[in-house]
């Protein structure tokens, strides 16, 4: 089936969102890319999108043509240009090369379809509206001033050659998948780096939900009233920029900043000092658009914002997961919930679980994931309160334990690890009746305890300063095992004080062991052994060490799902 509509800059967040909806309504769909396509295909196809209608070709939006065949385009209707070079620090060259004369390129080429019934042309909504002279490069910065000159030039071009164009000016799109932009405020706000709200009280940093705009996208063409229309694509429910990041704080457990910095006093400090890329600032303003077209629009077509408050969540809940775009962000279900008045990190089923996986220090419940692959029925994993990616607790482990299962309705086999056998010996103390199984991996309580966080009063600020790559050395993990697991205000202080906690409580944890009326399994390395005599058998992972869920997943998953026979076993 030749295509009947073309995106370009396919592979972008906006760009391979579009394609997906086209997709999804049937459309026959040319998808315009710089490289060979593989990655969008990739997340289309991990989206569930169906491919049918897919094809891929390369272009070069820089170059006159764009570098596309001659052939096999010709039925072409819809032409939507998503591509743009987006970053700050850019040269005016960069910045005009994707952004003016790119855009131009592809407005040229489409006057050229015998079929065409519409482009769609990506703005951006600090940018556009007729007039106002030329950009000012020296104030504004190459990217936006580039979209503003780009914006100009493309009505200019449409008018000059009779090309039936619409405009969309979206406000900052979110999505799993977008780190730009606002993301990094939300980063620093997550990583306690954000003493101050950038701007004033009535800042308004609009966005809007990538999968609406998607489809007021894909709608576009097929409303010949939108023809020569410009929209504004933004939610104007948006809180301002203090509330907006008081409702992420909130959801992820951090403090909000409640000081405000006025965006002329931040153009005068260093930037080393305020660590804002200048080219931000002008997007900290208090202007206001008028989305009533956008609206207008959106319900002719029958399409509904989803709520803005759940979608900011959902949102940052994205960030999270992919440490602001550092690592591929794990399968869904994953995000921040309330468990014993904490907000807590969690992947994973919390009703019908299999497997509860705790983990010790310094890693978080991401080190699980090579096990979890590799273990039958549901798995319920979850930052330790004040650790990884969850906020300060204030109620002992155990309860929060205690209430992370509260609504499981199976019996699952509780796994856990190095310092959080403590919490799991507790509770299946306490709740017997609630576990299948209780297995745990190298036993802190049943280990002897390393002397200098006992003994040393600056530990914390050892592990505060002590770079990931090096502390994993150290503890003799794989490169990349440790992710800056100190690097969140408070975060070595109670690593530290969990650990003093464990070795003051090791005798009447090595006491309720013993008592447990649960089937108990112990796990350790070779080159971790337990040195706590104990009347259980135990089950070693030879050539392991303390973390063997890193270095050995497979045998740890063994471990889990084969009991171990009677006497000591090899794995």
């Not at 800056?484 to 005798?507: N, T």
Request: include cysteine; glycine fraction near 10%; hydrophobic fraction near 45%.
């Amino acid at each position: 089936m030749p295509p009947d509509s073309i995106v370009f800059g396919a592979a972008g967040f906006i760009g391979r969102c579009l394609v997906a909806e086209l997709l999804r309504r049937g459309r026959a769909d040319e998808a315009a890319v710089r490289g060979d396509g593989d990655r969008l295909t990739a997340w289309l196809t991990g989206q569930g999108v169906p491919l049918d209608g897919l094809s891929v070709v390369r272009a070069d939006i820089t170059r006159p043509g764009l570098g596309l065949p001659a052939t096999g385009l010709d039925d072409v209707r819809d032409v939507h240009n998503c591509a743009a070079r987006f970053a700050f620090g850019l040269s005016v060259a960069e910045a005009r090369a994707a952004n003016v004369t790119g855009a131009l390129n592809v407005l040229d080429w489409a006057a050229d379809l015998k079929s065409l019934r519409r482009v769609v042309h990506l703005s951006g909504y600090r940018v556009s509206g007729p007039g106002g002279g030329p950009p000012d490069y020296r104030g504004l910065g190459a990217y936006e001033a580039s979209k503003k000159e780009g914006d100009a030039a493309v009505r200019a071009r449409a008018r000059e050659r009779g090309i039936p164009l619409t405009i969309a000016n979206p406000a900052t799109a979110i999505g799993q998948g977008q780190f730009l932009g606002l993301a990094s405020v939300v980063s620093d706000l997550w990583h306690g780096r954000l003493p101050a709200v950038p701007g004033g009280r009535e800042v308004f940093v609009p966005v809007v939900d990538v999968g609406y705009l998607a489809a007021f996208l894909a709608a576009l063409p097929g409303d010949e009233r939108t023809e020569g229309q410009a929209y504004w694509i933004l939610d104007d429910r948006t809180p301002v920029l203090p509330d907006l990041l008081e409702l992420l704080a909130t959801h992820m457990g951090v403090r909000a900043p409640r000081r405000t910095i006025p965006v002329g006093l931040l153009r005068r400090l260093p930037r080393a000092l305020t660590g804002a890329d200048p080219e931000t600032l002008s997007f900290l303003s208090t202007d206001r658009y008028d989305t009533a077209p956008a609206d207008a629009f959106a319900e002719r077509i029958g399409l509904r914002r989803p709520p803005i408050e759940p979608t900011l969540r959902a949102w940052a809940d994205d960030l999270v997961a992919a440490r602001f775009g550092a690592i591929a962000a794990p399968p869904r279900p994953y995000g921040y919930q309330q468990v014993a008045g904490t907000a807590t990190w969690v992947t994973g089923e919390r009703v019908r679980p299999a497997h509860v996986l705790l983990y010790g220090l310094p890693l978080d419940s991401g080190s699980w994931a090579q096990v979890a692959d590799r273990l039958d029925g549901p798995v319920l994993a979850a930052d330790l309160p004040g650790l990884g990616g969850s906020g300060p607790g204030h109620r002992p482990l155990e309860e929060w334990l205690a209430d992370l299962l509260r609504s499981a309705e199976t019996r699952p086999v509780l796994v856990a690890h190095s310092l959080a056998c403590g919490p799991a010996i507790r509770f299946a103390a306490a709740h017997p009746e609630r576990l299948a199984r209780l297995v745990l991996f190298a036993p802190a309580v049943l280990q002897a305890p390393s002397p200098w966080p006992l003994r040393s009063g600056g530990a914390a600020a050892v592990l505060r300063r002590t770079p990931p790559a090096r502390l994993a050395r150290l503890l003799g993990l794989p490169e990349g095992a440790v992710a800056a697991p100190f690097s969140r205000p408070g975060q070595a202080r109670r690593a530290v004080a969990a650990l003093r906690a464990l070795h003051a409580d090791r005798h009447d944890l090595r006491r309720a062991l013993d008592g447990l009326d649960v089937p108990v399994e112990l796990v350790a390395g070779s080159a971790d052994p337990l040195t706590v005599a104990v009347d259980r058998p135990v089950t070693t992972i030879d050539g392991a060490g303390h973390y063997p869920q890193l270095t050995h997943p497979e045998a740890v998953a063994a471990a889990i799902t084969v009991r171990a026979g009677k006497g000591q076993a090899a794995v």
